[in-house]
């Protein structure tokens, strides 16, 4: 007889950039989804749950300018359909992008303003490297058509209020506020209202954060050595020319008064700057009469991060609390949320400038935070296990179980082939069992169950003396009706 | 000046098929599957998310033997790289393939047995219709690597526990028992044991649901008229051959014992149906012990959706009020729940079998439920909406929304553009909000707020007697200092 060709056996693996997510992973990050929900509700703002997948004529960004749009976003065509070609949809790279495109399909149901949040994955067509997923979490709330920077100033101090929520002590964050506007009087007084020469400039600021001051200067001059050893030209500007962009990047002060006044200094006549100085103060004054003080708000015109996106105040909370960088050296933890004003976000959809500004959260950044402070990660105890001694008993170890259950004690039987007792032990070790309930015959002839405390016993088995082993015994036992007594006693105290 | 051309506006639109979730919507779900979370975590068993995308070569059943595995899924080519063709990726159409996949993977770091719940959205790629979505939720509860049907059991006792705690009440649910391996052996003892006479009985028992007994009697022996007036060919069994199959579908009896004795006479001397009837006996004494009887939990050999599929025990759950159809007739609501034991979910990658029986929830059939028992849907209460009288105060009337959110009352100043009043109440009426705030000058100046009592307004606006109105003002001034104490009175009990 021929032999049947085999199929080869498929990988069991994710696709290149993309992993799974286990247990406390899973619960931790949803549970922080849902305090922040809470603060974002209390404030007014809906629920929104939009599509995963949206065409891609909607996310704008990426036309289908090639045979296939495949430029940072997961694309398909959909089947033809007689003799019209299918769509072509993607996966959401953000939630920004569906927002504009829900606001503009439902505007006339939705309230003006729109107040929304949203919580969910989105997809990046990219190059994965470690620790970058192609498949991550966002968090956003965003007022749609809302023209105050009233609304502004709410979005800082909302997001105050949720790192607090959170588990992000006072002191050890920052949300520092921006605007565009100011900048853009900035190069106004410059001469740089449009060309090459100001998106030079823009790019240049881009690099404050890595560069520092000194090296935008050489930047924005001659040009620069930089760490690599390469000459990277400048913009050549004159020491005088740049003057007011340094002057700008660096007018923080003690004070948001003097910062203000800095600012003032920098943007000269210019309208739009002074406009854009002028909202900062509001923000300002708005957060201070609320009692949001500098030790939690700033003006700070060196956030340059979407400083080329956002068209009004831009805003970043950074975490300001130390931690060691995988070379062992201190840095600060930095950025977990970023958001601004954005005047154009359904404007391609309806022709029609809408107001926009919100904030989103880098859900994955926050968590590690948290682990960091200690606030989640600790040891998630496992459930009792009962274990079975006697597969014809299976019965009673699940009315012991049930009864747990009951007592809002989380609970199993070992389901697997109880033949082996040590393989019973390994199990409630894997699954961090604090205790297993062991009843044989016997203990069924006398009504008792033994109780083995797994936590202790590990204790014990480690560093105990032989008189505190004597004394407090890893394993004993209890009459039948008092397990669930006990074990509550137990467990008490222990976040089940 | 040549004009320029525009590009036409994209459309706001979702693809076809694809929906979006507002407010209630999405937060209704998410605290159901919460809710659902905390039973499958009670019961010992642990969060998994795995990721959206797969590669087609994972999720097995979709292989590229077209140019485009599209039957189905929504599926795409990674990028070539170098000579390789890119892998083809696709959404999970379930949460059991990539459970298999992630088993499989991560087998050597897993507890044995392997219980975890999954939650979250799944894609298919097929027609959309009313009510039909390419997207929706799904939410499964899967032990993987015991043997024991105690694991069914108990998967049993679990579906029936959730479906009460999201607010299903006793009485109105009821979670059937099946097993494939019964009717495996019925099919033994007509001689079915293989070929195309099997496969046409089994299609056949598939539509039990639809033709009831006469209609499975007819489609077995010569043949049937469907309701459309076509002619169905039969199977061409005599009445005695279509016996067994008969007998076994209508064996379910007042008491499990008597259902047994049935199915125990149709399954003759079949080994594998007797290890059948063994295990549905063995399920039924388990769950009688734990108290769930057979208000909660039947042996029902009709239950026959997904037999075709599973290898041992078949469970679903149905919920048995009568709601309208949309033809105005009155029928059971129905299936919400199914589930069962497939023990090769694992071998297409490792070659191993390994045993596994798990349930998935229909997430939006159950929502549906709710709202239909009223459970869900009651009107969620907007935010107390503070106006905005005098736009040089808003700094006070951000104090007063922060006041309010501090002691947990949902609460917004309104942020449009003040100048039309009565927008800003339009605007209340459209958030559904209880309460809004009026504070002007004249307020100001005599250190009190208007509240504006929007409920009661409604209320007394469609039906009070001018008695009534008087009684209770729908607006009343209250001093300023007493805005908290006051709302907090007056939307005590509401659900904020």
New interface residues.
């Given amino acids: 007889m021929a032999k049947q060709k085999k199929q080869p056996?498929?990988?069991?693996?994710?696709?290149k950039g993309?992993?799974?997510?286990?247990?406390?992973?899973?619960?931790e990050r949803?549970e922080m989804l849902?305090k922040i929900?809470q603060v974002y509700?209390?404030?007014?703002f809906?629920?929104?749950?939009?599509?995963?997948?949206?065409?891609v004529?909607?996310l704008?960004k990426f036309l289908p300018d090639v045979d296939r749009p495949?430029e940072g976003v997961?694309?398909?065509q959909?089947?033809t359909e007689g003799d019209k070609p299918g769509?072509w949809?993607a996966?959401r790279y953000d939630l920004t992008a569906p927002l504009a495109?829900?606001y503009?399909?439902?505007r006339n149901d939705l309230?003006?303003?729109y107040?929304r949040y949203a919580m969910g994955?989105v997809?990046r067509n990219e190059k994965p490297g470690p620790g970058r997923y192609?498949?991550f979490y966002q968090c956003d709330a965003d007022?749609v058509?809302?023209?105050?920077v009233?609304?502004d100033?709410?979005i800082c101090?909302m997001l105050a209020d949720t790192l607090e929520q959170v588990g992000i002590p006072r002191g050890d964050y920052i949300v520092r506020v921006n605007n565009r506007k100011v900048l853009n009087g900035v190069l106004e007084v410059m001469g740089l209202d449009e060309g090459a020469a100001r998106d030079a400039v823009l790019r240049t600021i881009d690099k404050f954060d890595k560069v520092g001051e000194s090296g935008v200067r050489e930047l924005l001059g001659k040009g620069r050595l930089d760490a690599s050893g390469a000459y990277i030209d400048g913009v050549g500007l004159s020491d005088e020319q740049a003057g007011p962009v340094l002057a700008f990047l660096t007018s923080k002060s003690d004070s948001a008064a003097q910062t203000l006044e800095n600012l003032r200094a920098a943007v000269g006549d210019s309208v739009v700057g002074l406009e854009g100085v002028q909202e900062l103060e509001t923000i300002s004054?708005?957060l201070a009469?609320?009692?949001y003080g500098p030790d939690r708000i700033v003006i700070d015109p060196s956030v340059v991060r979407g400083l080329g996106y956002y068209t009004g105040p831009v805003f970043e909370a950074e975490l300001t609390f130390e931690i060691f960088d995988e070379k062992g050296r201190k840095r600060q933890f930095g950025s977990v949320a970023g958001g601004g004003r954005y005047d154009d976000l359904v404007k391609?959809?309806?022709?029609q400038a809408v107001p926009a500004t919100g904030v989103s959260i880098g859900v994955d950044r926050l968590l590690a935070a948290l682990r960091e402070k200690g606030r989640i990660g600790g040891t998630v105890p496992?459930?009792v296990?009962v274990t079975v001694m006697d597969?014809d008993r299976?019965?009673?170890y699940?009315?012991m179980v049930?009864e747990l259950?009951r007592a809002?004690i989380?609970?199993?039987?070992y389901?697997?082939?109880p033949k082996n007792f040590g393989n019973q032990m390994k199990?409630a070790d894997?699954?961090g069992s604090p205790v297993a309930v062991i009843a044989g015959s016997d203990e069924f002839d006398r009504g008792v169950v033994q109780i083995k405390d797994l936590i202790l016993g590990a204790k014990i088995a480690e560093n105990a003396t032989l008189e505190e082993w004597k004394e407090r015994p890893s394993q004993f036992e209890v009459p039948r009706a008092q397990l669930v007594e006990k074990l509550r006693d137990m467990l008490d105290g222990q976040d089940q």
């Fill in positions: 056996r498929p990988k069991a693996e994710t696709p993309f992993r799974d997510y286990f247990g406390a992973e899973v619960t949803a849902q929900a509700h209390l404030y007014g809906e629920a929104l749950e939009s599509s995963a997948v949206e065409t004529e909607a704008g495949n997961f694309a398909w959909e089947d769509d949809l996966l495109r829900v503009a399909q439902h309230p003006t303003p107040r994955p997809w192609r498949q007022t058509g809302a023209p105050s009233a609304a100033a709410e101090a004054n708005l009469a609320q009692g391609r959809f309806t022709g496992g459930p296990v597969r299976m019965a009673e699940q009315d049930g259950r809002g989380r609970a199993e039987v389901l697997g082939n199990y894997r699954r």
